[in-house]
T-cell receptor, first 115, second 113 residues
């Protein structure tokens, strides 16, 4: 497909379980971002990957959150020992870093519900 | 720390009206400003991107302006249609290495037939 894809689209998990969310960026996009959107709140930046550079993890809310990216392809966001406050829509975006544009393209999101 | 504010939070207009959505940001040292549309239960669709050196961008019935020095942007929607009903988000990227976006809280727009 031409756009950013994410899976699963919905995930319901019990408190304390680990979850993995997946993002497939647009082919050729070197930068990948994770954001989350909790109910009634704005989008928050979580983590950023650019090529083979060390990721910027400054937005991760706790050490229960981690993410990996293999080269310039798929990324997984892992949340360990999930808590109810982790319930949110997790959005992935990618962009092509060139010139002065840096336009970010978003996937449809994964809606995580922690019960 | 950058803060982005959008006014109004919600707006309801009859079909055909021209309307303006407002966005303000506290740190003028931005790289880009993007306007997005978000439909319920869906991801974000990029509408317009304005680079910091630009004053405005147009796409169809949409026109976005940027006044970086005053920390403001407006999104103008001409001849609104019911299909324009959605939440509109403004986001700015700072002059940091990653150009991560800082989002406003959004304006929820309803266009009534």
């Amino acid at each position: 497909g031409a756009g950013v894809s994410q899976s699963p689209s919905n995930k319901v998990t019990e408190k304390g379980k680990d979850v993995e969310l997946r993002c497939d960026p647009i082919s050729g996009h070197t930068a990948l971002y994770w954001y989350r959107q909790r109910l009634g709140q704005g989008l928050e930046f979580l983590i950023y990957f650019q090529g083979n550079s060390a990721p910027d993890k400054s937005g991760l809310p706790s050490d229960r959150f981690s993410a990996e990216r293999t080269g310039e392809s798929v990324s997984t966001l892992t949340i360990q020992r999930t808590q109810q406050e982790d319930s949110a829509v997790y959005l992935c975006a990618s962009s092509f870093i060139a010139g002065n544009s840096y336009e970010q393209y978003f996937g449809p999101g994964t809606r995580l519900t922690v019960t | 720390k950058q803060e982005v504010t959008q006014i109004p939070a919600a707006l309801s207009v009859p079909e055909g009206e021209n309307l303006v959505l407002n966005c303000s940001f506290t740190d003028s040292a931005i790289y880009n400003l993007q306007w997005f549309r978000q439909d319920p239960g869906k991801g974000l669709t990029s509408l317009l991107l304005i680079q910091s050196s630009q004053r405005e961008q147009t796409s169809g019935r949409l026109n976005a302006s940027l006044d970086k020095s005053s920390g403001r942007s407006t999104l103008y929607i001409a001849a609104s249609q019911p299909g324009d009903s959605a939440t509109y988000l403004c986001a700015v990227s700072g002059r940091n290495a990653g150009n991560m976006l800082t989002f406003g809280g959004g304006t929820r727009l309803m266009v009534k037939p």
